[in-house]
Nanobody
């Protein structure tokens, strides 16, 4: 019951920053935990960060801790991923997704956006 659309991707040099946005349509956005995932060419999709419905709890994969920040604004039905000090190996399509609980398993993310391309040049 929620539709997600990512934006904010693009080309950035190594060490640069991008801020991704995920806009949600639907009255139930604030009841969902949200996650950001990425998928590089030829690789499995992996979780990058997650946030609880209230925004009070967050999770980050080890490789992005201290550089990425996930946040949400329930009044705007939007979740963000601020990415700093980007590395070339983080080139991927980035997706946002919605789940019924924080720290959901992959299969529990039932709603997905279309993805936005992030390219980090050497």
């Amino acid at each position: 019951q929620v539709q997600l659309v990512e934006s904010g991707g693009g080309l950035v040099q190594a060490g640069g920053s991008l801020r991704l946005s995920c806009a949600a349509a639907g009255r139930s956005f604030s009841t969902y935990a949200m996650g950001w995932f990425r998928q590089a060419p030829g690789k499995e999709r992996e979780i990058v960060a997650a946030i609880s419905w209230s925004g009070s709890s967050t999770y980050y994969t080890d490789s992005v801790k201290g550089r990425f920040t996930i946040s949400r604004d329930n009044a705007k039905n939007t979740v963000y991923l601020q990415m700093n000090s980007l590395k070339p190996e983080e080139t991927a399509v980035y997706y946002c997704a919605a789940a019924g609980r924080f720290l959901a398993t992959y299969t529990e993310y039932r709603h997905w956006g279309q993805g936005t391309q992030v390219t980090v040049s050497s």
